[in-house]
C-alpha cells in the first residue's frame, strides 16, 4: 500500500488510472491490520521499488512502463519524486497503514514478493506456513505473490475487500483465478470473515 499506487501523482495515476479503488480499501485494511496487531500475529509489508540508477530495471519492463498517454514511468520525476524508486516520497507506505517498528518491510524490485528478496527466508524463520494477503494491485503484485508462495508450498488466503486493481473488472477476474481448480493458488474471503475467525479463537 505505497503512496505510488494509492495517491494522486503517483505511478499509478501516471499509468491513466484513478486511484479511488486502491484509497476506498484503506479502512477495511486498517481494521483487518489492528486485530493482527492486538493478536500478536506476524505482519510482513512488501513495496515495490528500484534502485536510483535503474541498474535493477529490466529494459523491457522500462519501456513497459512508459507505454501510457503521459509517457513516464519507473524512474522518471513526478510529484511524489521519482516514480517506484527506493527513498522516494512515492516508495513510502501510505500514512494510514504504516509499518511500526520492528513489521519487517520487504523491498522487492519487481512484482512478486519473493523473487529476488529474503521474504521466504523471514517466513521459514518464524514459522509461518499460512499467508492472509492484502493490498494493491489485485491483478499483478498480488496475484504474483500469491502464486509464488503457492509454488513454495504457502496456504494462502485473499482477501477481497483488502484488495483492490486498477479496474474492477481486474479486481474480479484475478479473484477467479484464485478459486479456479477448487482454489489452484488458495482460498478468498471478506475482511468481516477473517476478523471474526481471529476473534472467535482468541
Known amino acids: 500500500m505505497q503512496r505510488d499506487f494509492c495517491e494522486e501523482g503517483g505511478y499509478l495515476t501516471h499509468q491513466g488510472y484513478s486511484v479511488a479503488a486502491t484509497r476506498a480499501i484503506i479502512p477495511t485494511l486498517q481494521n483487518l491490520l489492528a486485530v493482527f496487531r492486538r493478536q500478536g500475529h506476524p505482519i510482513f509489508h512488501t513495496c515495490e521499488g528500484h534502485r ?18 503521459s509517457g513516464l514511468g519507473i524512474g522518471d520525476p513526478g510529484p ?47 514459522g509461518v506456513r499460512n499467508l492472509i ?23 494462502c488466503l485473499l482477501v477481497e475487500d483488502c484488495c483492490a486493481a486498477s479496474s474492477k473488472t481486474l479486481h474480479l477476474a484475478a ?28
Open 52 to 69: 536510483a540508477d535503474l541498474s535493477d530495471l529490466p529494459s523491457r519492463e522500462l519501456f513497459r512502463s512508459r507505454n501510457n498517454s
Open 80 to 126: 511524489l519524486g521519482r516514480l517506484l524508486v527506493r527513498g522516494e516520497a512515492g516508495h513510502d507506505f501510505t500514512p494510514e497503514l504504516y509499518p511500526l517498528p520492528g513489521e519487517p518491510i520487504i523491498d522487492k524490485p519487481g512484482k512478486g514478493a519473493f523473487t529476488n528478496t529474503d521474504f521466504d527466508l523471514l517466513l521459514r524463520v518464524k
Open 175 to 202: 479473484m477467479e483465478m484464485v478459486k479456479t481448480e477448487g482454489g489452484i493458488f488458495g482460498a478468498v474471503a471478506k475482511a468481516s470473515n477473517v476478523i471474526a475467525v481471529l476473534e472467535s479463537s482468541s
Open 133 to 155: 494477503i492484502c493490498g494493491v494491485t489485485t491483478d499483478v503484485c498480488v496475484s504474483t505473490t500469491m502464486r509464488e508462495a503457492n509454488d513454495r508450498g504457502y496456504d
